[in-house]
């Protein structure tokens, strides 16, 4: 070996490998999203203890109760893409900080109108944050495991909503429901001083190099105009097209399974079960799809996926209820659903250059919103217009279906990228 190609190694073996600065910010990131996790199931936790100790009627609570998400979709939307611009790094300390602050904020409230600000606040700043810590994790994951590795990362939204459950009683038993936002808030403070030290500044984890110096230059606007003109508003269209009707067919599943499935003649025990295999599905099949992605083309393996998806909820559909038959089915359609959605952020970051990652998966993340929306408000509507167990499953495979055709469009996504950097 020459003097020459063994001084190239270094430059080329960190980017393979899970060195430990590399781990150290993988940990971070997953902590940040933790935190994320655990402050959108937040407020609903607490609102029954709020409720008793203020007198405030709960029904008075709805936007109160939306606003983070409201707040998360403005923030992704317009917040997010200052991490792309001025460093995603800063972008995530300073909104880490705030989020503590806002959550801390919200212990004060003794009204709708000040929960609902605070809350907002909080989700503007989950908002600007979400999509940098994952357009991060995706600059620094090695090649061929990138896909594995953000969706791993991102699991940590799922455990702190998992967590939120578990610890929000011994909070309420120790202070209050104020202890549900206090005690978190100071610790996503702690959590910011401590990325400030630790989280792997720019240089120090190999990042993914895609842009030559002859690639075409940002235009007048910004990204999130950039990825809203050609050729990327190709790419923009695909992944907001799959992500939102993904997003639908999850809300839509997840929110009326309960209630459909004891019209099914199951008990209301084993119908809670049943959600607990949808929620088990879902982590194992973002696992799972997330890993065939890295070693195979994104096309099959998502074809793969809503094609399984299709037939199983054509199952629930056809199949007389059995307590076996149905709860496979039901993780390999309602479970591999959530999956799926866990991975195509993933699958996304494939789709545009490094520079305007944060600012598309804002936007994606955004516009899902509709679908997350829409998807309990038409499920009500059918079930209030007498549709049966079995209609109701055939209609939820139409969402997947369609991502299924959306799927082929996937390499002009791609193609789209490669536009950019030539």
């Not at 090649?143 to 998992?162: C, N, Q, Y």
């Not at 500044?201 to 190999?206: A, C, D, H, L, S």
Request: charged share 10%.
């Amino acid at each position: 070996m020459t003097a020459k190609s063994t001084a190239a190694l270094p430059m080329v073996e960190p980017a393979r490998v899970f060195g430990a600065r590399l781990l150290l910010g993988l940990i971070l990131s997953a902590m940040i999203l933790f935190v994320d996790g655990y402050d959108l199931a937040a407020l609903p936790l607490a609102l029954p203890h709020i409720v008793r100790e203020l007198g405030i009627p709960a029904a008075s609570f709805g936007f109160a109760l939306s606003a983070v998400l409201v707040g998360l979709g403005t923030g992704a939307v317009l917040l997010a893409p200052i991490g792309d611009r001025y460093g995603r790094r800063p972008t995530i300390i300073v909104t880490v900080a705030l989020i503590g602050l806002a959550t801390m904020g919200t212990a004060t409230a003794t009204s709708v109108t000040g929960f609902s600000v605070w809350r907002l606040l909080t989700g503007l700043m989950l908002g600007a944050c979400l999509p940098n810590v994952t357009a991060q994790v995706a600059l620094w994951a090695p090649e061929g495991k990138r896909a594995s590795t953000i969706t791993i990362v991102s699991l940590g939204i799922a455990i702190g909503g998992i967590t939120s459950g578990l610890v929000v009683p011994l909070l309420v038993s120790f202070g209050g429901w104020r202890a549900i936002f206090l005690l978190p808030g100071i610790a996503t403070v702690l959590l910011a001083v401590t990325l400030f030290f630790l989280f792997p500044r720019k240089g120090m984890v190999p990042e993914r190099q895609d842009e030559p110096a002859t690639a075409m230059p940002a235009r007048k606007g910004g990204q999130l105009l950039d990825i809203l003109r050609p050729p990327l508003l190709v790419a923009t269209a695909i992944f907001v097209l799959i992500y939102g009707l993904n997003a639908f067919a999850i809300y839509l599943t997840s929110s009326w399974i309960p209630t459909l499935l004891p019209q099914a003649g199951f008990s209301v025990d084993l119908s809670a079960r049943f959600m607990s295999i949808v929620n088990l599905g879902g982590l194992v099949a973002g696992l799972l799809i997330a890993k065939l992605v890295d070693k195979s083309r994104v096309t099959f393996v998502l074809s793969a996926a809503y094609t399984t998806i299709v037939l199983a909820f054509l199952g629930l559909s056809f199949v007389k209820p059995d307590p076996w038959i149905w709860g496979i089915l039901l993780f390999l359609s309602a479970g591999a659903i959530a999956g799926v959605h866990l991975a195509l952020i993933a699958i996304a970051t494939d789709f545009f250059p490094a520079r305007y990652m944060a600012t598309a998966i804002g936007f994606g993340v955004a516009v899902a919103r509709i679908g997350a929306i829409g998807g309990p408000m038409v499920g009500g509507w059918l079930i209030a217009s007498g549709i049966s167990v079995g209609g109701f499953f055939l209609f939820a495979a139409l969402a997947p279906a369609a991502c299924l055709a959306a799927t082929w469009l996937v390499p002009a996504a791609q193609r789209a990228r490669h536009k950019i950097l030539s």
